[in-house]
C-alpha cells in the first residue's frame, strides 16, 4: 500500500518530442506528488509538484496529470531537449500521521530518460 | 549549484575504519535528512532531524549514527561499515516538517567500502 509504482524504467525519445512518464499509487491517503529530476552525479532537485485537488499543473515545458479516481499521475515534458536527459523520479506522501512517518516521501523507483539530438 | 554542501564528496574506506560525512546548508531550514542511494535506485530514507532533534530513524544499523550540533549542519558517523554499504550517501533539508516543504537535496558524496 506504501508503493508507488512507475513506468517505464527507460525511455528514448527525440528531441521535440513528449516524454511521458507514468506513476500509480493505492494508498488513498497520499495526498502530495511531487516530481524530482536527477542528473548524473548530482542530488535530486525538485522539478513540480501537485495535490488531488487540481487534475493539471504546467510549469514551463513540465506537465502533471493526476487522475485520482485511477489513482494515477503522470509527467509530460513538452519539446524535449537533450538537456532533459536524466533519471525522473515520482513521489508521494500523506499528510496524515502514517505509521510514524508523517510527511515522508514514498520514490518511485525511476525513469531513465534519454533525448537524441 | 546545490545550497546543501556536502563533504567529501568521494570517500574510500576500509571496513575497520571510522570516517564521518558532512552537510552543511545555511537556508535558515529546520529538517535535515539523510538518504541513501544505491545505482539505478531511488533514495531511501535513513534519518530524519527537525529543530534539532532526530525524529526518524528507519531501523537504520547501529554503525551509521547521526548527529545535528546545530541547525546549519548534520553529520553521519561511519563505523565497521560493510561492502555493501557502498552507496551515494546524500543529505536534503526543507523549511520544515510539513508536507509541502521541498527537500533540498546535496550532490552527496559516493562512499565506497572496501
Redesign the interface.
Known sequence: QQQVKQSPQSLIVQKGGISIINCAYENTAF??F?W?QQFP??????LI?I?PDVSEKKEGRFTISFNKSAKQFSLHIMDSQPGDSATY?CAA???MNYG??????I????T?LSVKP | D?E?TQTPKHLVMGMTNKKSLKCEQHMGHRAMYWYKQKA????E?MF?YSYEKLS?NESVPSRFSPECPNSSLLNLHLHALQPEDSALY?C?SSQD????S???????TRLTVT
Open positions: 495526498d502530495y511531487p524530482y552525479g548530482k542530488g535530486p532537485a525538485l509538484a495535490r523520479f506522501s500523506s499528510g510514524g512517518s508523517q510527511g515522508n516521501l520514490f518511485g523507483k525511476g531513465k | 546545490t546543501v539505478k535506485k531511488p533514495p530514507l530524519v526518524i546524500l536534503a516538517r510539513r508536507q509541502n521541498p527537500l533540498h537535496f546535496g550532490n552527496g
